[in-house]
């Protein structure tokens, strides 16, 4: 769905590149974030009885290289899509029982997309907000044998940032940022009576673009 979005967005742009419109904006970002997993735990079931097993809450600083294409409309505003074409990996979580009862899960974070608009208050700074889609694929080794699967996380982003206009129609922005996702929960594919459940993943970041406007 991301890449549809994406492909539809890009093709009207470059129709707009074509048509020599003015007002389209093309660039890339390389982005630092600290993230925070909120509400972590296991929930078994057994009959009537539900146990649940809180972990702690995790953090993750992690480094983000993006593109992006957005069109101007008018003065103020802007529309435009962010695609983060690599994995954001996370570490390896081990949790031991004993000799023979090791589990072991990493989960990347692939294709995140965001769709944002822009409001400029001045000739420099701006305001952003934006909806964003991510695709968790879980990397567990069970001892059980089971997996948890994968999941596809939507949130938003509010940031507020600095532009300037460079020579020959280039810029550059520094921009600060809050991201927020929805929770999720996933059922164990070989014994159903366990699931994971996180309540949400958030975090701060910072970003530095570069880009040219056509």
């Not at 769905?1 to 979005?5: D, G, N, R």
């Not at 925070?36 to 009885?49: L, M, P, Y």
């Not at 922005?173 to 059922?187: C, Q």
């Not at 958030?202 to 530095?208: D, E, P, T």
């Given at each position: 769905?991301?890449?549809?979005?994406i492909?539809?967005v890009?093709?009207?742009?470059a129709?707009?590149?074509?048509?020599?419109?003015?007002?389209?904006?093309?660039?890339?970002?390389?982005?630092?974030?600290?993230y925070?997993?909120?509400?972590?735990?296991?929930?078994?079931?057994?009959?009537?009885?539900r146990t649940?097993?809180?972990?702690k809450d995790a953090?993750?600083?992690?480094?983000?290289?993006?593109?992006?294409?957005?069109?101007?409309?008018?003065?103020?505003f802007?529309?435009g899509?962010?695609y983060v074409?690599?994995s954001?990996?996370?570490?390896?979580?081990?949790?031991?029982?004993?000799?023979?009862?090791?589990?072991?899960?990493?989960?990347?974070f692939?294709d995140?997309?965001t769709?944002?608009?822009?409001?400029?208050?001045?000739?420099?700074?701006y305001?952003?907000l934006g909806?964003?889609?991510?695709?968790?694929?879980?990397?567990e080794?069970?001892?059980?044998?089971?997996?948890?699967?994968n999941?596809?996380?939507?949130?938003?982003?509010?940031?507020?940032?600095?532009?300037?206009?460079?020579?020959?129609?280039?810029?550059i922005?520094?921009?600060?940022?809050?991201?927020?996702?929805?929770?999720?929960?996933?059922?164990n594919?070989?014994?159903?009576?366990?699931?994971?459940t996180?309540?949400?993943l958030?975090?701060?970041?910072?970003?530095?673009s570069?880009?040219?406007?056509?």
């Open positions: 769905m991301k890449k549809f979005i492909l539809i890009s093709a009207i742009f129709s707009s590149l074509a048509q020599a419109e003015i007002g389209v904006n093309i660039g890339i970002s390389a982005s630092g974030a600290v925070e997993v909120d509400g972590a735990k296991e929930t078994v079931t057994s009959g009537n009885t649940t097993k809180a972990t953090e993750a600083l992690v480094a983000i290289g993006s593109i992006f294409i957005e069109k101007e409309l008018g003065d103020k802007a529309i899509v962010d074409p690599h954001l990996e996370s570490e390896t979580a081990r949790n031991e029982g004993n000799a023979t009862n090791i589990n072991l899960v990493q989960v990347d692939e995140l997309t769709i944002y608009g822009t409001f400029d208050f001045n000739d420099n700074i305001a952003k909806y964003m889609e991510v695709d968790a694929i879980s990397n080794t069970l001892a059980t044998g089971g997996k948890y699967g999941a596809t996380l939507d949130g938003y982003t509010v940031g507020l940032g600095y532009k300037r206009d460079l020579v020959s129609a280039t810029f922005r520094l921009e600060a940022s809050y991201s927020e996702f929805d929770g999720v929960t996933l059922i594919t070989v014994d159903t009576s366990k699931r994971v996180v309540d949400g958030s975090g701060y970041g910072a970003k530095i570069v880009g040219k406007s056509f």
